[in-house]
């Protein structure tokens, strides 16, 4: 082979290597432009989604300490506390023993059907 066919083979390899390379650098930055309008939608979303959640979070009222609020308000709130969870606890105690009645106040013969034999 003549020396100079071999410079026409590497300037052939060199031109597909930069043609293959510009078409992988084609690819990306349409696969990175692409990815810019799915990042702002994404961005978009966020902030709809950030105004409505804090549309529906209702603030509370920052809370005084104790020692700031009058000693007959806090006793006051402390015995309203007191009341609604005596209150829960009496009405958990009272589904629990009307439980327990129901099992233990069972009519025998609601199931002998399942006793007899055929």
């Known amino acids: 082979m003549p020396w100079w066919s071999w410079i026409l083979i590497w300037v052939g390899l060199v031109l597909i290597l930069v043609g293959m390379l ?3 650098a084609r690819t990306l930055y349409r696969k990175l432009l692409a990815l810019q309008a799915e990042l ?10 950030e105004q409505r ?3 529906l979070v209702q603030r ?3 809370v005084r300490p104790a020692i700031v609020r009058g000693l007959d308000e806090v006793a006051d709130e402390r015995r309203s506390l007191r009341r609604r969870i005596d209150r829960r606890k009496d ?5 629990r023993l009307q439980r327990g009645r ?12 399942l006793a007899r034999r055929k």
Request: proline share 8%; charged share 30%.
């Open 40 to 49: 702002e939608r994404l961005e978009e979303l966020l902030t709809e989604l």
């Open 102 to 113: 129901l099992l233990t106040t069972a009519d025998p013969m609601q199931f002998a059907f």
């Open 53 to 55: 959640a804090d549309a």
């Open 60 to 62: 509370p009222e920052p």
């Open 22 to 24: 510009l078409l992988v």
């Open 91 to 95: 009405a958990r105690r009272a589904a």
